[in-house]
């Protein structure tokens, strides 16, 4: 059963950090291009970055370029969003999603993505 779980978010202070992990079972990521989203409330989900398979080419959306790092790790079958220097407009539930065909190369259209996690909520608030 293939299956996404996202963890790592929470409460955190503007110009703090969180690292979210989006960890697979069922299947090897590392054949996935895995994107992450966010929505805020009353929002329209937002791509934030992703991460291709082959060669871990990476994208950011201008918002978070400079603060937000993905990342990999095939051993642990997992993807992270480190989050740094955080602002109140980063408030929102995210999710990681995987695209099949995002071998050398990613977006973050959604459409793109057909597997998705649950989602986890970050608030950055003083």
């Known amino acids: 059963q293939v299956q996404l779980v996202e963890s790592g978010g929470g409460l955190v202070q503007p110009g703090g950090s969180l690292r979210l992990s989006c960890a697979a079972s069922?299947?090897?990521?590392?054949?996935?291009?895995v994107g992450w989203f966010r929505q805020a409330p009353g929002k329209e989900r937002e791509g934030v970055s992703c991460?291709?398979?082959?060669?871990?080419?990476?994208y950011y959306t201008d918002s978070v370029k400079g603060r937000f790092t993905i990342s990999r790790d095939k051993t642990k079958n997992t993807v992270f969003l480190q989050m740094n220097n955080l602002k109140p407009e980063d408030t929102g539930v995210y999710f990681c999603?995987?695209?099949?065909?995002?071998?050398?190369?990613?977006?973050?259209?959604?459409?793109?993505?057909?597997?998705w996690g649950q989602g986890t909520q970050v608030t950055v608030s003083s």
């Open positions: 999603a995987t695209d099949q065909w995002g071998l050398w190369a990613c977006s973050v259209a959604a459409d793109s993505y057909t597997d």
């Open positions: 069922g299947f090897a990521m590392e054949d996935y291009a």
């Open positions: 991460i291709s398979s082959h060669i871990r080419t990476t």
